[in-house]
């Protein structure tokens, strides 16, 4: 195991102010990781999804060193980032998606230099590491420009080379698609899968995109109030949680809604039709079945369960299955 | 040890490249501080063109306070108080990429703040202090030579550790920046005239909270070969530079304290 966590729990004392008493604060502990047990194999490529506040940047801090857990134990490549944070900074490299690591008003190529020696890296390594990335990443035509002048995209991938010139065996990325273009999304995607299948770096990534995910990750870990609600592959997980599937049908003429027992007609657009079914209710093979019986069927495709969808489903029933998953905030301390 | 320093010329020199890109403020920023500071010295002139000594300290004298002091103090200036940036970059969250490589965070911090333009007013010090070196009837024997370097190295060490010390506090109390220059700019002040102008409470801070005294005031008694009018004990002369490593000491301390409670609070 690479990473692991047991038992993690991350608690902040914020302050705010008392209802009614003017000047007065009340001192509220609010539990941002709750008891997160975890581990990851080395080249796993991992999502970290949940949704805002659930406690994702929150275990990242806690995997790089920089926060320290409340309580639990936490071990990255064998040693505690908290205790070893210095030189454990060597072994992983970091992206944080809204915040660049880059020197701002110097060229992109100064900032890879600068890192060379920060990181201590041999030059002839950083050198060759350097050549991979820019063909890679397809840097050549900005390595030149003051890094406030990039766009968003070319600064990520800026970012990208940064965290991964000294060789780290893991990566970890907050965020690593926020506010990206398609075309963009899609290189930073393919970039990480490459790394990840080709140096077998081991990536953890958090996300609010779950197309990163599905196109990215083998696994998926779900949290939601500082709780994993779910971990397992991105194909178990639809599998459980994706509840409808869709039956596109072709007909031979175009014709009105068809009745199906147990699904029901979403869409109609000519000749096409979507038919939509609870797994609960039926199967594929019945559905196709039963419309082959009152049509002629030229061609059909069944869809799969939508990411989002699932997600949604992952959430609902994870705040129903943990009693204490709401209740966060714990009685207000003097 | 010797590799950090090279990384932090490095990291230093990438910043004062960055600053050349605004090259008409840059170039203007440094000639102007170190034109202010001058008038700094302006007022202790005027100050003598009044009364023709301080409290048995000639004009020469005072000069050599103040030149101490003030090489000392932008020394540390230039290298080490950029560590006043901490609570800026918490704010704006540009901390924690410091604490994400492989080097000691304050190091990282001093060289990526580090601005050449305060060398302006350093260069005014320094030919302020050659003046008063020239002036005062010295004999500069050994020993006088020997505690005036000891006097600059453990100067520094104290200013320094002074703001490290402030800066770590705004960790807690991430507002407290004003009150925290009071003791820097303050301890500076208090520097540049002989401790025996101010009033025994001063006095008393000066030496034991913040002890300032021990930059320039009790190494100068004994370099211009002064006695004290206070009747301070003697040794005091001599103490500099242990007052230096213990302000060194708390100073990393108190950084690291603070470093353990950002990393548990993320604050």
Not at chain 2, 58 to 67: D, K, M, R, T
Request: proline share 4%; charged share 20%.
């Amino acid at each position: 195991m690479i990473i692991s966590l047991e038992d993690v729990t991350k608690e902040f004392v914020v302050y705010r102010r008392a209802e009614g008493r003017w000047l007065r604060r009340e001192r509220v502990r609010v539990r941002a990781v709750d008891g997160v047990s975890l581990s990851v194999s080395e080249g796993e490529l991992v999502g970290y999804i949940g949704p805002n506040g659930a406690g994702k940047s929150t275990t990242i801090k806690m995997l790089t060193g920089i926060l320290v857990p409340s309580s639990g134990v936490i071990r990255v490549a064998g040693v505690d980032p908290q205790r070893r944070r210095v030189e454990l900074a060597r072994r992983i490299g970091v992206v944080f998606g809204q915040r660049t690591q880059l020197w701002w008003d110097l060229p992109l190529r100064d900032s890879f230099d600068l890192l060379r020696y920060v990181y201590r890296v041999p030059s002839a390594r950083h050198a060759s590491n350097l050549d991979a990335f820019v063909s890679l990443l397809e840097m050549s035509s900005f390595m030149e420009t003051p890094v406030r002048q990039l766009s968003l995209g070319q600064r990520m991938r800026g970012d990208l080379c940064a965290a991964l010139l000294h060789d780290p065996s893991i990566l970890y990325l907050d965020e690593p698609t926020i506010g990206l273009d398609v075309v963009s999304k899609a290189r930073v995607r393919e970039f990480l899968s490459a790394v990840n299948r080709e140096r077998g770096v081991t990536v953890v990534l958090t996300t609010h995109d779950l197309s990163d995910v599905e196109r990215l990750c083998s696994r998926l870990v779900v949290i939601d109030h500082g709780r994993v609600i779910q971990d397992g592959s991105v194909a178990s997980i639809k599998d459980r949680f994706g509840e409808f599937r869709t039956v596109v049908v072709d007909l031979e003429e175009p014709g009105p809604p068809l009745v199906v027992p147990g699904a029901e007609v979403v869409k109609v657009d000519g000749p096409r039709q979507w038919v939509r079914f609870h797994r609960s209710a039926t199967t594929a093979a019945a559905v196709v079945a039963s419309i082959a019986a009152t049509a002629k069927i030229r061609d059909l495709t069944i869809e799969e369960p939508d990411i989002e969808d699932v997600v949604t489903a992952v959430y609902r029933l994870g705040a129903l299955s943990s009693p204490s998953g709401t209740a966060r905030a714990q009685s207000p301390r003097e | 040890m010797v590799e950090t320093l090279g990384i932090y010329r490095r990291l230093a020199f990438a910043r004062v490249r960055a600053d050349w890109q605004y090259r008409g403020p840059f170039i203007g920023y440094t000639i102007t501080q170190g034109l202010i500071s001058v008038l700094d010295f302006v007022q202790i002139a005027v100050i003598f063109g009044r009364v023709s000594s301080l409290q048995g300290w000639s004009v020469a004298e005072v000069a050599f306070l103040y030149g101490t002091s003030s090489v000392a103090f932008h020394i540390g200036d230039v290298f080490v108080s950029e560590v006043e940036f901490a609570p800026k970059r918490i704010r704006l969250g540009t901390f924690d990429s410091l604490l994400v490589r492989p080097m000691g965070a304050m190091v990282q911090l001093c060289a990526d703040e580090f601005a050449f333009r305060r060398a302006g007013k350093l260069v005014q010090a320094v030919a302020i202090l050659v003046w008063a070196m020239a002036a005062v009837s010295v004999a500069w024997t050994p020993a006088r030579v020997g505690v005036f370097v000891m006097m600059l190295v453990a100067g520094t060490a104290i200013f320094g550790s002074i703001w490290v010390i402030t800066s770590s506090l705004t960790f807690w109390m991430i507002e407290a920046g004003e009150v925290m220059n009071s003791f820097t700019y303050g301890s500076a002040f208090a520097t540049e005239y002989p401790m025996v102008v101010f009033g025994r409470w001063l006095r008393r801070l000066f030496t034991f909270v913040v002890p300032a005294a021990f930059v320039n005031y009790y190494p100068a008694l004994f370099v211009l070969g002064k006695s004290d009018r206070l009747g301070g004990p003697s040794w005091r002369r001599f103490a500099s530079p242990f007052v230096a490593v213990v302000m060194v000491l708390l100073a990393s301390f108190v950084w690291r304290l603070a470093l353990r409670h950002y990393r548990s609070t993320g604050s």
